[in-house]
């Protein structure tokens, strides 16, 4: 698992801090937004719903209560970016920690630990709160956030699904595409595993939608809207063995 990080920080302070922080933790970020204030930084987490937000100097510490929600099941983790190395990494609320430019990197490292264990209770009881013994659990349906909401539909109408970066393209089979800011990886819990399998790094495809396997040097299927999805080595068995297919006796 990765962190979604949105920084909210001033042109004097980017760089400093998006290198510091590539250095320390580069392999478990994906920096998704950069703003330069908090209104801004408000509006685009709406959208794109970070794990933690970096406010950097020159941002005035007081407002970020304006992002944080600690009653909400989803509420990103908050870290303060100070000017001078603080006295101790722990953070006064509403921030879950704080570090600068000098801070070691093993202190950075320890702080984004601490927040993706926050990050995964959180999604815990998430998953907790939708699969609730009080409702019936329904995995043929799918509820896509958008801006006005949740775009509700079964998942059967799903043809395949394409990583792009931070974003996915879903490509259903009646109403076109939407563009999700969410990566590939965040769709493992939510499609069925019986009906949707991962055939490339960026792509997942609904078996159901599946027209045609052409064999050679790379596997590909052609899907019922015509698209044509490369299949990796490592998957070609799998995506034969969840089919049936016909064999002489």
């Known amino acids: ?42 509006v685009r987490s709406a959208l794109v719903e970070p794990d933690v937000i970096v406010i950097g100097p020159g941002v005035d510490p007081l407002s970020a209560s304006m992002l944080s929600r600690p009653d ?11 000017d001078q190395a603080p006295d101790t990494s722990e953070g006064a609320d509403p921030f879950t920690g704080c570090i600068s430019q000098e801070s070691p990197k093993d202190v950075v490292v320890s702080l ?10 959180r ?27 949740l775009l509700v539909r079964p998942t059967d109408s799903i043809i395949h699904v394409k990583g792009e970066g931070n974003y996915t393209q879903v490509t ?16 493992k819990d939510a499609l069925p595993e019986n009906t949707f399998l991962r055939v490339h790094r960026s792509h997942i495809i609904n078996i159901r939608h599946v027209r045609r396997i052409v ?30 297919i016909v064999r002489r006796k």
């Open 112 to 121: 984004f630990e601490l927040c993706a264990r926050h990050v995964a209770q």
């Open 72 to 82: 909400a099941v989803v509420s990103p983790q908050l870290i303060l970016w100070a």
């Open 215 to 244: 064999r050679g040097k790379m596997m590909r299927v052609i899907l019922s809207n015509g698209d044509e999805i490369e299949v990796s080595d490592a998957k070609r068995e799998i995506l034969l063995g969840m089919i049936n």
């Open 1 to 42: 698992m990765y962190l979604r990080l949105a920084l909210v920080v001033t042109d004097e302070h980017r760089y400093t801090i998006e290198t510091k922080l590539r250095s320390c933790v580069g392999d478990a970020i994906r920096i998704i937004s950069i703003c330069g204030s908090i209104n801004e930084a408000r």
């Open 123 to 149: 999604r815990s009881m998430r998953t907790q709160m939708f699969r609730s013994p009080e409702a019936p659990y329904h995995p043929d349906i799918i509820a896509l956030p958008d801006q006005s909401g």
């Open 172 to 187: 259903f089979d009646r109403g076109g595409d939407i563009l999700m800011s969410r990566t590939i990886g965040d769709y």
